[in-house]
């Protein structure tokens, strides 16, 4: 069965560093791109980033620009969420979803894409900053 998990997650104080994993099992994501999302506690799901396979580009949200980074690791099936310099604001459960890779590209529409993606959601990673 196909599916993502995602790990990593746990609490830091702010300024610190998680790295989360997203690992496929049942494929790889060679020809995929994969979105990383979050959702705050009474908020909406929110897109943070996602990477195309192939070129390895990557996109960001404002909000995490310049302290969050989405690589690949050296298996094909996991994709890392590298987030650095944590604010309270960054709490929130973490997903991912793989989907076309075309829908990584420059500008803001890629999370409106991969949000309404028929691939699987895990269940997600919690990540708590504490001040």
């Known amino acids: 069965e196909a599916r993502l998990v995602e790990s990593g997650g746990g609490l830091v104080q702010a300024g610190g560093s998680l790295r989360l994993s997203c690992t496929a099992s049942?494929?790889?994501?060679?020809?995929?791109?994969i979105a990383w999302f979050r959702q705050a506690p009474g908020k909406e799901r929110e897109g943070v980033g996602c990477?195309?396979?192939?070129?390895?580009?990557?996109y960001y949200s404002d909000s995490v620009k310049g302290r969050f980074t989405i690589s690949t690791g050296n298996a094909k099936n996991t994709v890392y969420l590298q987030m650095n310099s944590l604010k309270l604001e960054d709490t929130a459960v973490y997903y991912c979803?793989?989907?076309?890779?075309?829908?990584?590209?420059?500008?803001?529409?890629?999370?409106?894409?991969?949000?309404?993606?028929?691939?699987?959601w895990g269940e997600g990673t919690r990540v708590t900053v504490s001040s």
């Open positions: 990477i195309r396979s192939g070129d390895g580009a990557t």
């Open positions: 979803v793989a989907d076309r890779p075309y829908y990584c590209s420059e500008g803001s529409a890629w999370s409106d894409s991969y949000a309404r993606s028929n691939g699987g």
């Open positions: 049942a494929f790889t994501f060679e020809g995929y791109g």
